[in-house]
């Protein structure tokens, strides 16, 4: 999901790979050092902040649905769309946010001043900053004072030492929020209430509507409590201060109130704030019971250890310090979204587990969520009962949701795809048969609004086969539609469900109707092409990348048009054959249309793994992690959007890549000598990269074990790997034969059969 990412980079990236796809890369500066059990101290947050990767800046916890952090501008005065800017001053300490992704929340903003206070002019430069897990660090500059910031789950920690000054003040600005503006897509302010219930706290509630999502009227409700009596109390509407203890607004008016002291050199005065979806007494229960007392080390140290367990479940030996940092920050930033709101939920009551913020699941479901599957199961089980929850109570499981609403629909409705995933490898705990239903939901009912939620164009997918010109985003909705009614299949045959299963096994191959054998592009030949309503062709679509009225979203002819995962065998016989199709990737990669910053094209440096060439597949690989990644504040090629590029990334640098909504995961080259990722039942999987050096010549690989035994394809199923396993790739510094005879399995291989293929002894039902 891409809303800014910088022009100038993406062409620059383009370049490199183009030039270097296939060349030798520089030596990396290896560490011998084993990473430290803390495995936080491996964790750079800026990782990411800059050129559009929007990574959050700031303390949470896993899934956390605090995220307080600052908010800011650049110097020149234009606001950072998800919080952050390395470039400029800070406007406050909000405590709701995204990470990768923007225009969202920002809500409840609470900062330090000192001196008179001016409420339009608050902002500051900041020195020192200090971001690790679960804690945030500056020195504010303008009023000489230092910030520090820790979280619970529901509850940001404010920890300020000021300054010797007579006019000290804690300011709490309810009206704030990022991307605020009249903008379609802006966040806008409702109104709310501020009510201060004695000289140390302050609760009420905001309401806000918009943003990127769209949404409808979210409402955050607060408990701010000091752990200082304050001196005296304001409240503000508007531009005016008053000694009144009570406040109402209605939209477009600021509203907020300010603590004020006489402070000592080094006074410290903290401040917890709860935050809750449900009420003012929830949100100060949320303060009672998850931070009873006045201990900020204690706090940060909860939270270290709850980041630690997750964290603990990627071990590296033989890395370089760049790597550890990259792939650590990467688990890190994953586990930052979607947000568990289980007990917040403000729109139904339910037993089941509650989560927000899938923002997007278009953008998640590729990596993400396979990776969740295998090292966190319980929590991809509860995220995926959320996802039918909602489909119950609102009628769809959502492809995009933020702010308790759904919205927006990006592509297919691709929640399919991440139950599919989750019941071929034999997640259990989750009720199918309804996850069923939701899928049938979005495959069979038009929605009434086809950005919110469910299938737009669907009456003439399910009539003609494809999406025509009659809709926006046709040629995109088709490709992921088609993938979409496989993940279907899959589970209506698990579920015994034949008639089901016959029916959407017949529609994965719709992608084959835009398909224009004569359509040639710079020398290759076939490629998706619209279709009028009337069904004729219309004409060829030669954008590079398309947004929401166009044919295909974010993405173009050299991406969408060999989207098939359902059936490799199938495209590559439609693009001429092995040899043709192969030529057609080296083209894409060498010619810039291979876009790094966005997920649509997250399977085709593996494509060719399909086409017996899995030593291209390493090239294309290696060339990316040593040119669009790095350990710096640039280091995300793309928004990051919740963590899937870092799970591309995490997957990438292992030498394995799952194509979600299967039970395979193709090999491509592994760029650390010892990994292993441990799974939900504490066994691990392990893959070691024999003579890999640090130079990264030796990338092929000339043979592979997995436990022990020969393993001559490219790919393994799930399987093969969920009681743990062992798989020791040899590499060298030329291609070799492995991997080019038995290729991974595709609907249109011989033997081929829709529900055999699931393996019954791994279903879950």
Request: net charge negative; with cysteine.
């Amino acid at each position: 999901m891409q809303k800014n990412i910088s022009s100038v980079f993406h062409r620059s990236m383009l370049l490199v790979i183009s030039a270097l796809v296939f060349a030798v890369s520089l030596p990396a500066q290896t560490s011998m050092a084993k990473p430290s059990q803390d495995y936080t101290r491996n964790v750079d947050p800026f990782i990411g902040v800059d050129w559009g990767g929007n990574t959050f800046v700031g303390a949470a916890s896993p899934y956390g649905m605090v995220k307080v952090g600052p908010d800011m501008e650049t110097f020149d005065g234009r606001k950072s769309g998800f919080g952050y800017s390395s470039n400029g001053v800070i406007l406050g300490f909000s405590h709701l946010h995204l990470s990768g992704a923007q225009g969202k929340y920002g809500n409840i903003l609470v900062a330090p001043v000192t001196g008179p206070l001016v409420l339009n002019d608050i902002k500051t430069p900041r020195t020192d900053e200090v971001n690790h897990v679960g804690y945030y660090a500056a020195k504010l500059t303008r009023y000489n004072l230092r910030v520090e910031l820790t979280s619970s789950r529901r509850v940001g920690f404010h920890r300020y030492t000021f300054p010797a000054s007579q006019q000290s003040h804690i300011v709490i600005d309810i009206a704030h929020a990022l991307s605020l503006g009249t903008d379609w897509q802006a966040q806008k302010f409702l109104g709310a209430e501020i009510h201060l219930s004695s000289n140390h706290e302050a609760q009420g509630v905001a309401r806000f509507t918009g943003g990127w999502n769209r949404g409808g009227e979210y409402r955050v409700y607060y408990y701010m409590v000091l752990d200082t009596p304050a001196e005296t109390t304001q409240t503000w509407t508007g531009s005016t201060l008053s000694p009144s203890k009570d406040a109402t607004v209605e939209a477009n008016t600021p509203i907020g109130a300010s603590f004020d002291f006489s402070t000592k050199a080094n006074q410290v005065i903290q401040a917890k704030v709860g935050i809750s979806f449900l009420s003012t007494e929830q949100a100060k229960q949320n303060v009672q019971q998850e931070i009873p007392a006045w201990n900020f080390a204690a706090v940060h140290a909860a939270s270290t250890a709850l980041w630690n367990k997750e964290l603990s479940k990627l071990n590296l030996s033989g890395e370089t310090d760049s790597q550890r940092h990259q792939l650590y920050t990467a688990m890190y930033h994953i586990m930052l979204m979607p947000t568990d709101r289980t007990g917040e939920n403000p729109d139904w009551k339910s037993s089941e587990p509650y989560y927000d913020d899938y923002y997007c699941i278009w953008d998640t479901f590729r990596t993400s969520s396979p990776l969740l599957t295998l090292i966190s199961p319980d929590r991809q089980r509860d995220i995926i009962r959320s996802l039918v929850d909602i489909y119950r109570h609102t009628g769809y499981m959502p492809d995009a949701r933020s702010g308790n609403d759904n919205g927006r629909t990006q592509g297919g409705s691709n929640a399919n795809v991440i139950v599919a995933d989750a019941y071929v490898k034999g997640l259990k705990g989750i009720d199918y048969e309804t996850a069923f239903a939701a899928m049938v939901h979005d495959a069979e009912a038009p929605p009434a609004d086809q950005q919110k939620e469910g299938r737009g164009g669907l009456k003439d997918y399910n009539e003609k086969g494809y999406v025509t010109l009659a809709d926006e985003r046709s040629g995109s909705r088709t490709v992921e539609y088609s993938y979409d009614d496989f993940a279907i299949a899959e589970v209506a045959c698990g579920l015994g469900k034949t008639k089901e299963a016959a029916l959407y096994a017949s529609r994965t191959h719709n992608f084959e109707h835009l398909w224009d054998k004569d359509m040639t592009a710079e020398g290759i030949k076939g490629f998706l092409r619209p279709r009028n309503p009337d069904g004729t062709w219309a004409p060829p679509y030669l954008a590079v990348r398309g947004t929401w009225p166009d044919f295909f979203y974010e993405g173009d002819i050299w991406t969408y048009s060999i989207y098939a995962p359902q059936d490799m065998r199938r495209l590559i016989e439609m693009a001429g054959g092995n040899m043709a199709f192969v030529h057609r990737l080296d083209w894409t990669f060498l010619r810039g249309h291979f876009d790094v910053t966005n997920e649509p094209g997250f399977l085709l440096p593996v494509l060719y793994n399909y086409a017996g060439r899995p030593d291209k597949t390493a090239d294309v690989v290696h060339m990316i992690l040593e040119k669009a990644f790095m350990d710096t504040r640039a280091g995300i090629p793309g928004n990051d959007d919740s963590g899937a590029m870092s799970s591309w990334l995490l997957f990438s640098t292992l030498g394995i890549f799952p194509i979600a909504g299967q039970d395979v995961y193709l090999i491509s080259t592994p760029s650390i000598p010892d990994a292993a990722l441990t799974l939900g039942n504490g066994k691990k999987i392990r893959i070691i990269a024999k003579n890999l050096d640090s130079n990264g010549l030796n990338r092929y690989v000339q043979s592979a074990t997995l436990n022990g035994v020969d393993l001559k394809n490219a790919w393994f199923r799930h399987a093969q790997i969920k009681d743990g396993a062992t798989v020791v790739l040899t590499l060298g510094s030329a291609p070799s034969k492995w991997g080019m005879t038995t290729l991974p399995p595709s609907m249109s291989d011989p033997n081929w059969s829709m529900c055999s293929e699931l393996y019954p002894a791994t279903l879950a039902h």
